[in-house]
T-cell receptor, first 113, second 116 residues
Framework: DTAVSQTPKYLVTQMGNDKSIKCEQN?????MYWYKQDSKKFLKIMFS???????INETVPNRFSPKSPDKAHLNLHINSLELGDSAVYFC????????????FGPGTRLTVL | AQTVTQSQPEMSVQEAETVTLSCTYD???????LFWYKQPPSRQMILVIR??????QNATENRFSVNFQKAAKSFSLKISDSQLGDTAMYFC?????????????FGKGTHLIIQP
């Protein structure tokens, strides 16, 4: 029954590794997003993905790449992890672009050692 | 670019009291959407209330209501009869209606503590 799910909920890894976070929504929504919440709880958009169109926040390093195998999934791949990547990452989805309410997943806490 | 400002980093009230969280925003757009999200210690982001800028009527959801002042670019959240379960971070968020999928722009949040 979970509307937006993410796996894993916790991820601890070493600097330099490559990791992925998976996101799935069963709401039939057309748009999915990735947000980063830093240690001060500030939330910032990373990516929006709608109808195969990807919009990237210009501040996101190109080590981060979203991959969408189908409309219900938007996975986040991170290459060459750095200490500063430690954060909580949230996936979200909405029916319409921008105008509609976004529903969030439970978040993935990434810790880079 | 839009900005959202929450000027109260932390607030504390007694159970059953009414509390108001402030939010101001800056935009040059005439149509947009505003949200309040709640993040309890469980970390889950939960929608509290949504306001469409072209609607003059303030949105309400049970004990939660907003005071939307478009000219002043203000969007405050009022929680009536506060309960212990209301303890959480509250985020004000802005969404453009331009269809550019820019996502939500969040304020820095207000940590609300409800004391028994």
């Amino acid at each position: 029954d979970t509307a937006v799910s993410q796996t894993p909920k916790y991820l601890v890894t070493q600097m330099g590794n490559d990791k992925s976070i998976k996101c799935e929504q069963n709401l039939g929504h057309d748009t999915m997003y990735w947000y980063k919440q830093d240690s001060k709880k500030f939330l910032k958009i990373m990516f929006s993905y709608n109808n195969k169109e990807l919009i990237i926040n210009e501040t996101v390093p190109n080590r981060f790449s979203p991959k969408s195998p189908d409309k219900a999934h938007l996975n986040l791949h991170i290459n060459s992890l750095e200490l500063g990547d430690s954060a909580v990452y949230f996936c979200a989805s909405s029916q319409e672009v921008d105008t509609d309410t976004q529903y969030f997943g439970p978040g993935t806490r990434l810790t880079v050692l | 670019a839009q900005t959202v400002t929450q000027s109260q980093p932390e607030m504390s009230v007694q159970e059953a009291e009414t509390v108001t969280l402030s939010c101001t925003y800056d935009t040059s757009e005439s149509n947009y959407y505003l949200f309040w999200y709640k993040q309890p210690p469980s970390r889950q982001m939960i929608l509290v209330i949504r306001q469409e800028a072209y609607k003059q009527q303030n949105a309400t959801e049970n004990r939660f209501s907003v005071n939307f002042q478009k000219a002043a670019k203000s969007f405050s959240l009022k929680i009536s009869d506060s309960q212990l379960g209301d303890t959480a971070m509250y985020f004000c968020a802005f969404s453009s209606s331009g269809g550019g999928a820019d996502g939500l722009t969040f304020g820095k949040g207000t940590h609300l503590i409800i004391q028994p």
